[in-house]
């Protein structure tokens, strides 16, 4: 396995939230290149790795989040960007994708030193 992941963060996302609007357009701009760099490091074998909000959802996992963002009307920014059964994914509680979550662990466990990151 390389050293290099793409680190995908905050994608999921239902875009129901207070400040959705601010996040719609700047989204729209970038599903496409974001896309395009999700299969190109599939191509690749490179590591995507996606690291998500729980929005709360305490007993969720990524299938659930996955599932509501694609039930709503935002779907077409999720659809493009959807998990393969090779990604890796890691909820988060906060807005950091470093405190509190597996991602110390994740991260070490791929022996990744490279990390290419893909947020919202």
């Not at 996302?13 to 760099?37: C, F, K, M, W």
């Not at 729980?54 to 920014?77: I, Q, T, V, Y």
Request: glycine letters at 6%; hydrophobic letters at 40%; a negative charge.
């Amino acid at each position: 396995m390389g050293k290099t992941a793409l680190i995908v963060i905050d994608m999921i996302n239902t875009y129901d939230h207070e400040d959705a609007g601010l996040l719609i357009d700047s989204a729209q701009a970038v599903v496409p290149v974001l896309a395009r760099l999700l299969e190109q490091a599939r191509e690749r074998d490179t590591p995507v790795i996606y690291v998500n909000d729980n929005f709360g959802e305490w007993r969720s996992h990524h299938g659930e989040l996955l599932d509501k963002a694609l039930a709503g009307p935002h779907a077409h920014l999720v659809e493009p960007l959807r998990p393969d059964d090779r990604s890796l994914f890691v909820i988060k509680a906060r807005h950091s994708v470093f405190f509190g979550t597996r991602w110390t662990t994740c991260s070490s466990s791929r022996a990744s030193t490279g990390w290419c990151c893909a947020a919202r």
